[in-house]
């Protein structure tokens, strides 16, 4: 998994650049993760459970993105294309969005080992609170 942590030069905004297989991950970590050292720690305590035996599998639905976490693998995917639908309302994208037209972000989801994933998420906590 190659990435980069950049911060963005006119906003001063942490921003995550992922190769493109694992694309998703990096607006997942500037949405859903940020500089909340809070949700980053629970994120870390969820893996350890899972390592230890005490969670099989966790999902967190986050306002855009969901990331499932289980022994093997993450799973980080966008929510509309968990559900196939906006807002969970039953309805696929509106036509005007699905024409060839407008080309749609087609990396909708990324998974990666676990180990990988913590050792990104202490990277971006250090990048973005200094933590270590």
Known sequence: MEYEFVHDA???E???LFS???EVIGP???VELGHNVTKLTDLL???D????GQSQELLITGSEYSITLNNEDVSIQTNVSMNGSLNGSGEGLPEMLTDEHIHLDQNEMASCGL???RALLLSWG???NGLR
Do not use: C, K, S
């Open 10 to 12: 006119i906003t001063g």
């Open 14 to 16: 942490a921003r995550a």
């Open 20 to 22: 493109l297989e694992h």
């Open 28 to 30: 997942w970590m500037e």
């Open 45 to 47: 305590t969820a893996i």
């Open 49 to 52: 459970n899972i390592e230890t």
């Open 115 to 117: 180990d990988d994933f």
């Open 126 to 128: 250090q990048f973005t």
